[in-house]
């Protein structure tokens, strides 16, 4: 078995020890992208998820399963950063809105848009607006992503969204703004008002990059 | 959480008198000495006499409630079958130590806002932690083991009212953390007015210095004292699940324990 097989077994038993160990030998591999171990990892995650629909896992098996993520991409990216990000793609800047504190997507998005040669800028959980409008005003990204699953999150999506339309004139351009989460959909986006939305993460990369293409030219 | 629409005796009435001439104190009537008793009862519930203070001599007390010896003695007497005071040949009376092992706890809001459906609770965070001594102790594992953290907010129009951490044991084929993330665990523990009563041990108050993460929380001074309740989940077979504490802003709430002697 390869090391990526037995690192996708490791984590979808939640085996935190074994699971950075063979992470560490991956990355250390030859033939292995820090790309390839970041698509394990997301495959393995999505069966943590399937074991919760069917009730073999509680909700800290998907906690755990996030940990997990956020630890093995600790220890890839430093590889990363070497193999992939000469030609920035653009700036992403990335949050969880308000009300809301799921992360585990978000930062799985946040990795993969990276490993497309993203700058992220991840501002975390429960965002307020505020805060989405100061961090455009610095650093002036190509891209604004909100990510929700809860109910709540859609009222703080179009909140947010329309505070950065107010300040289109003083921003200076128009951000386009796609929001994300497993339960987005086509009517939530234009209830939010916003340009895009997506349930996938690499879904979500490809729509960035469009947006980058047309918004050079 | 509703506030009592009167201010309530914190010690219940005596059921049954120590009475040598089998008084009944149920009678509408109520004897003199019980009245006495349950005076200064509710000066000892509210602080009036502190805990390990004498109480006022035989004398004194006589010459207060215009009563004779034997009266006085009798309503004393009431009181340390109820477990409220202890008395000290030749020295008199003390208001015992109260055992908060076997108190029932009402918590009781200064403005009873919070209760009121404009109080909502806010989760912060749920993420993995490792435990620290404490928490390996209580839930009976090593230190550096994985478990679940929770933080959350109790929050009304006035600011932050509560916050609330709690310790979960990972397990992740058990929903333990579901059943913490249920409104009503919370609830449950702080349902005042019924008073949650946990097995001996399970709840422990402390006064505590906020630090300077609950400080900001608060926005309250860094040191300020506030009260912290302390407590342990059991699953269904009677083992630790989790354990945690609630930290009250401190100009907000006061503590009343509830002695739960008495009658038995
Ligand atoms: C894990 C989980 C939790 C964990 C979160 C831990 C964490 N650190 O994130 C905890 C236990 C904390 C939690 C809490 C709650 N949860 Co929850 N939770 C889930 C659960 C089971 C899985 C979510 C998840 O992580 N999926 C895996 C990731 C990888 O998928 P994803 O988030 O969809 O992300 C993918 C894509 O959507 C995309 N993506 C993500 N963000 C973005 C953004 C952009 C811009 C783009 C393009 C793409 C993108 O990338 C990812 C990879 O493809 C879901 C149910 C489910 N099966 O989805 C419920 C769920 C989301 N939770 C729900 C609820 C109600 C709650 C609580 C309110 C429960 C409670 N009673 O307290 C609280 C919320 C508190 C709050 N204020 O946020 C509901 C939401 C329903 C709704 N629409 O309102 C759900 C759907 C469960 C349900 N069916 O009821 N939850």
Redesign the interface.
């Known amino acids: 078995m390869s090391t990526l097989d037995s690192l996708y077994l490791a984590i979808i038993e939640l085996n935190e020890a074994l699971a950075l160990k063979l992470a560490r030998e991956a990355v250390a591999e030859r033939g292995v992208t820090p790309q390839m171990i970041l698509t394990t990892c997301q495959q393995a995650l999505r069966m943590v998820g399937e074991r919760y629909e069917r009730r073999e896992y509680y909700l800290s098996a998907l906690v755990m399963a996030g940990e997990l993520f956020n630890e093995v991409l600790a220890v890839v990216q430093p590889f990363q950063h070497l193999v992939e990000t000469e030609g920035r793609a653009g700036t992403v800047l990335l949050g969880t809105v308000r009300g809301d504190i799921h992360d585990i997507g978000k930062n799985v998005f946040a990795a993969a848009l990276r490993s497309h040669g993203f700058n992220v800028i991840d501002l975390g959980v429960d965002v307020p607006k505020e805060a989405f409008l100061a961090e455009t005003e610095r650093s002036r990204p190509d891209v604004i992503c909100l990510s929700g699953l809860v109910f709540a999150a859609y009222d703080s999506m179009r909140a947010a969204t329309r505070l950065l339309r107010r300040h289109t004139a003083g921003l200076g351009y128009r951000p386009p703004i796609v929001v994300g989460g497993g339960t987005m959909d086509g009517d939530i986006c234009s209830f939010v008002g916003a340009d895009s939305w997506s349930t996938d993460a690499l879904e979500g990369v490809r729509i960035c990059q469009e947006l980058l293409r047309t918004n050079r030219n | 959480m509703k506030p009592s629409p009167r201010p309530s005796p914190k010690i219940r009435r005596l059921k049954k008198p120590p009475s040598p001439e089998g008084q009944n104190a149920l009678e509408p009537s109520q004897p003199v000495y019980l009245m006495i008793a349950d005076t200064l009862a509710r000066r000892i519930a509210q602080g009036t006499y502190a805990p390990g203070s004498r109480l006022p001599s035989i004398p004194q007390l006589c010459t207060e409630f215009g009563a004779s010896p034997m009266t006085v003695r009798r309503a004393l007497a009431a009181l340390k079958q109820k477990g409220a005071v202890s008395c000290v040949q030749g020295q008199g009376t003390f208001v015992r130590v109260p055992d908060l092992s076997k108190a029932t706890f009402r918590l009781s809001s200064g403005t009873g806002r919070w209760v009121e459906g404009s109080a909502e609770t806010r ?6 932690d490792r435990a620290d001594a404490k928490t390996a102790r209580i839930l009976g594992l090593a230190e550096g083991e ?1 478990v ?1 953290s929770l933080r959350r907010l109790v929050t009304d129009p006035s600011g932050p009212l509560m916050y609330y951490c709690e310790y ?1 044991l ?9 059943s913490q ?1 249920q409104p009503t665990s919370l609830d449950a523990f702080l349902q005042s007015d019924r008073g949650v009563r946990l097995p001996r041990g399970e709840l422990t108050v402390r006064a505590v210095n906020l630090d300077q993460e609950s400080a900001n929380i608060f926005n309250q001074p860094e040191g300020k004292a506030a009260l912290c309740l302390e407590h342990v989940f059991l699953d269904a077979e009677g083992r630790p699940a989790s354990w945690g504490y609630v930290l009250l802003r401190p100009d907000l709430f006061q503590l009343r324990a509830q002695l739960d002697t008495i009658g038995k």
């Open positions: 989760l912060l965070s749920v993420a993995m994985r679940v979960v990972y397990d992740p084929r058990r929903p333990l953390l579901e993330l």
